[in-house]
C-alpha cells in the first residue's frame, strides 16, 4: 500500500480537505500539522478517521516573519519524509517544495499570497511581504506535480507564477453535514473568514443594511495575524461548531458570498450540499462549479445581492428550485472523487520517478 506523508494546518479548510483526503485513499496517509496545534475536536475527527497525526510545531509560512522558519520548515518536513518511509510527499503549502526530497512531491495550491493579492488589492505585493510569494514560486517550480482545486484557480496560479504548465484541476469534496429536523430560517447565512479582505464582508454587511430580513454571518472576525472587521449590520456569531453550522444549514437560508477570491469555496459546497439556493459573486471559481444552480452578482454589488436574495426569500418556489439544483450539483464534488483523481495524479509521479531514476 503506498505511504503518503501529507501536511495539513489546523487553521483553514485545508484541515477539512486533508482529513477527507487522508480518509478517502487506499494509500497510509500520515497527515503532518503546521502552525497552531489541532483543537480537542479536531484531534476526535482525526482519531475517528483513523488518520495518523503528527502535531510538528513548525510555522505556517502565511504565518512566518521571513523566509527563514519557512526554509527550516521545508527541510523538517524532507527529513520526516524520509523517517517515516514515505513513498510520496503531498504538500498542501508549496512553499515547502524548495526543500530537497527523495520522494516525488504533489503540491496542492489552495491559496496564496500572490494569488490572493492580484484578486485582492492588484499592483505589486508590498515589497515586506514579496518573500513568500517568490518562496511559493520556487516550490511551485520544484515540485513533480503541481494541482489547484479548480481550473479557474489553476490558470490564475499559472498567470501569477509564470509557470510553463498549467497546474491539474481536482475539485475539492466534503463528507454533507449531518442535518437536523430544523425550522426554516427567512434569512441569508454566509460562513467564512469575515476578517479577509478578499471575502469582502464590506459588501455583505451593505447588503444586509438593505435587506428587510435577518443576515447572518458564521465565522472569525479576527485573523491569526491580528486583522479584525467589525460588522455594522451582519449578526455575526463568530466561528461555530460543526454541529451548530449543520443546524444553520438545514433551516435552508438562502447562502450568499461576495468573494472576489475564492480557490474553491468549502462553505458553499456545503450550503449547497444542504440545499441552501446559492447567491455569490460572479467570479470564475464560483461559475466554473456552480453555473446552472446559482444566481451571479457582479463583486462588490451590495444592492445587487440585495435584490437576488430578497427575491428567493419572497418566492418559495423559486427558493426550493434552485436549492434543488445546487443540492444537484452538489453531488459531484465528494471525498472519493477527490481520492480517485489525486490517487492517479501520486501514481503518475511515482511512475515518472521511478523512469527518470
Not at 80 to 105: C, I, K, S, W, Y
Not at 181 to 192: C, K, R, S, V
Not at 222 to 251: D, K
Request: aromatic share 6%.
Amino acid at each position: 500500500m503506498m505511504r503518503v506523508l501529507m501536511t495539513t494546518d489546523a487553521v483553514g479548510g485545508v484541515w477539512q480537505y486533508a482529513l477527507e483526503l487522508a480518509g478517502a485513499l487506499d494509500a497510509q496517509v500520515v497527515l503532518a500539522v503546521l502552525g497552531p496545534a489541532p483543537d480537542a475536536d479536531q484531534r476526535a475527527a482525526v482519531d475517528a478517521a483513523g488518520v495518523t497525526l503528527l502535531d510538528i510545531g513548525l510555522p505556517l509560512d502565511w504565518l512566518s516573519p521571513g523566509p527563514a522558519p519557512v526554509l527550516a520548515a521545508a527541510d523538517a518536513v524532507a527529513r520526516l519524509a524520509r523517517e517515516t518511509g514515505a513513498d510520496l510527499v503531498h504538500l498542501n503549502a508549496p512553499a515547502l517544495a524548495v526543500a530537497r526530497f527523495d520522494q516525488p512531491v504533489v503540491a496542492v495550491n489552495h491559496g496564496c499570497l500572490g494569488t490572493w493579492w492580484d484578486a485582492a488589492r492588484g499592483g505589486a505585493v508590498d515589497p515586506a511581504l514579496a518573500w513568500l510569494p517568490d518562496l511559493v514560486g520556487q516550490g511551485l517550480r520544484a515540485a513533480d506535480r503541481v494541482v489547484a482545486p479548480t481550473r479557474a484557480y489553476a490558470e490564475a496560479t499559472a498567470r501569477r507564477y509564470g509557470l510553463p504548465v498549467t497546474p491539474l484541476a481536482v475539485h475539492n469534496g466534503r463528507t454533507a453535514l449531518p442535518l437536523p429536523d430544523a425550522q426554516p430560517f427567512h434569512g441569508a447565512l454566509t460562513i467564512g473568514r469575515l476578517w479577509d479582505e478578499a471575502k469582502d464582508s464590506a459588501t455583505l454587511d451593505a447588503t444586509a443594511a438593505r435587506l428587510d430580513a435577518p443576515f447572518v454571518a458564521i465565522g472569525a472576525t479576527r485573523a491569526p495575524h491580528g486583522a479584525t472587521v467589525t460588522p455594522a449590520h451582519l449578526q455575526a456569531t463568530g466561528p461555530l461548531p460543526a454541529e451548530i453550522i449543520g443546524h444553520w444549514l438545514a433551516r435552508r437560508p438562502v447562502f450568499a458570498s461576495a468573494a472576489r477570491f475564492e480557490p474553491f469555496g468549502l462553505a458553499v459546497l456545503e450550503a449547497a450540499q444542504a440545499g441552501c439556493p446559492l447567491v455569490l459573486s460572479d467570479i470564475p471559481t464560483f461559475r466554473e462549479l456552480w453555473d446552472g444552480a446559482a444566481t451571479f452578482i457582479a463583486p462588490g454589488d451590495a444592492q445587487g445581492f440585495a435584490d437576488a436574495i430578497g427575491a428567493l426569500l419572497v418566492d418559495p418556489s423559486r427558493h426550493a428550485a434552485q436549492g434543488k439544483a445546487a443540492r444537484s450539483l452538489a453531488a459531484r464534488y465528494t471525498p472519493a472523487a477527490t481520492a480517485a483523481a489525486m490517487t492517479e495524479i501520486y501514481r503518475d509521479a511515482l511512475c515518472r520517478r521511478t523512469q527518470a531514476a
